[in-house]
């Protein structure tokens, strides 16, 4: 018996790590190994070494990662440094309610505090007491072109606040 336990043991510790419970952990920089403020090459070295392909975005400082087909990451630096990161997924409403609903709830645990709702049309969510801010946009509307497809978009922006804007 005691053979059999310390077996198992040993298959379950040899194994790759489990996936993460949640299909919407990847809207995190923390899940991709990024920070706010690392530089630019590192953070490149580390999308190359995982296979992603990305590419020049509208500004000369901004990189975008296609990470699914519904799933984009969008990356912006100043002064060579991550400044922002964006993750945006477009799906079927009810899908794109659900990640919302959960990354609120982990962002306000990895925070510790609850953001605060601004006011629009769309649910807007500001976590700005300390850097990262965070800023989470979802759009359901079935008023607009991705809404009358059924489809809704949720953005996720990490970013540091103090960062000048990008304007180029």
Same mark, same amino acid.
């Given at each position: ?28 920089? %923390? #899940?991709?190994? $990024? /920070?706010?403020?690392?530089?630019? @090459?590192?953070?490149? !070295? ?36 991550? %400044? #922002?990161?964006? $993750? /945006?997924?477009?799906?079927?409403? @009810?899908?794109?309610? !659900? ?70």
């Amino acid at each position: 018996m005691f053979a059999l336990a310390f077996a198992l043991a040993i298959q379950l510790a040899t194994q790759a790590p489990l996936p993460s419970a949640s299909s919407y952990a990847w809207m995190s920089p %923390q #899940s991709f190994g $990024f /920070e706010i403020g690392m530089p630019r @090459p590192e953070i490149e !070295a580390k999308i190359a070494r995982a296979g992603w392909k990305s590419l020049p975005g509208k500004y000369p400082r901004q990189l975008v990662v296609h990470y699914s087909d519904t799933k984009t990451v969008m990356l912006l630096f100043v002064d060579d440094k991550l %400044q #922002s990161a964006r $993750f /945006e997924l477009v799906d079927f409403i @009810p899908i794109v309610r !659900a990640a919302y609903e959960e990354r609120v709830v982990a962002i306000e645990q990895e925070l510790c505090y609850e953001g605060v709702k601004q006011k629009g049309d769309r649910e807007v969510l500001l976590f700005s007491r300390e850097s990262p801010n965070v800023m989470v946009v979802l759009s359901t509307l079935s008023n607009d072109d991705f809404g009358r497809q059924g489809l809704g978009f949720l953005a996720i922006r990490w970013f540091d606040p103090s960062a000048e804007k990008i304007t180029d």
